[in-house]
T-cell receptor
Framework: GAVVSQHPSRVICKSGTSVKIECRSL??????MFWYRQFPKQSLMLMAT?????????EQGVEKDKFLINHASLTLSTLTVTSAHPEDSSFYIC?????????????FGPGTRLTVL | GQNIDQPTEMTATEGAIVQINCTYQ??????LFWYQQHAGEAPTFLSY??LDGLEEKGRFSSFLSRSKGYSYLLLKELQMKDSASYLC??????????WGAGTKLIIKP
């Protein structure tokens, strides 16, 4: 099956620092990648959709200057949380859609737990 | 607007059967997914329905009625490891996934 990796799995940082999270599709080309955020006991919240080689589309209420997304290749997308604050502490999950598949299934990475002190 | 409804929480007994319902109102329909998510982990794929009817896969089955905007996930022979959240997601006319809030399933011995 399709595998998506995410790195790091856990990060603790001080307030004001920037954190970069990588999402990679290991055995397929991901034309579209998605970034989600999930707070405790809540459902997934889509932050943005990124297509390879173009600017990401952000959901309403998500600051594009704070959450920088780069989808430079068909196998890699990065999310940078700039000037992180404690309220940014959350579980960040990426997913990828196989461009060659007729199915619209999203394959999820294992997630990154961000804690901002 | 687009809306996915599923119960917030359900409780069942080990060895029993449980049915988790999902109703949806979306702009177009191109399939429905069920995902399982254990606490602190990412979702994992369970099933995909695009045509009406029942899809069976081991202990798990998923049903779809497009005319009613309704699906259910049926879990048989429940095991303690089935304690998790179950997420219903619909692919809309723009091929975007619309997510339900998830149903937390608690399995008791």
């Amino acid at each position: 099956g399709a595998v998506v990796s995410q790195h790091p799995s856990r990060v603790i940082c001080k307030s004001g620092t920037s954190v970069k999270i990588e999402c990679r599709s290991l055995d397929f080309q991901a034309t579209t990648m998605f970034w989600y955020r999930q707070f405790p006991k809540q459902s997934l919240m889509l932050m943005a959709t990124s297509n390879e080689g173009s600017k990401a589309t952000y959901e309403q209420g998500v600051e594009k200057d704070k959450f920088l997304i780069n989808h430079a290749s068909l196998t890699l997308s990065t999310l940078t949380v700039t000037s992180a604050h404690p309220e940014d502490s959350s579980f960040y999950i990426c997913s990828a859609r196989d461009g060659d598949s007729q199915l619209n299934e999203q394959f999820f990475g294992p997630g990154t737990r961000l804690t901002v002190l | 607007g687009q809306n996915i409804d599923q119960p917030t929480e359900m409780t069942a007994t080990e060895g029993a059967i449980v049915q988790i319902n999902c109703t949806y109102q979306t702009s177009g329909f191109n399939g429905l997914f069920w995902y399982q998510q254990h606490a602190g982990e990412a979702p994992t794929f369970l099933s995909y329905n695009v045509l009406d009817g029942l899809e069976e896969k081991g202990r798990f089955s998923s049903f779809l009625s497009r005319s009613k905007g309704y699906s259910y996930l049926l879990l048989k022979e429940l095991q303690m490891k089935d304690s998790a959240s179950y997420l219903c997601a619909v692919v809309d006319s723009n091929y975007q996934l619309i997510w339900g809030a998830g149903t937390k399933l608690i399995i008791k011995p």
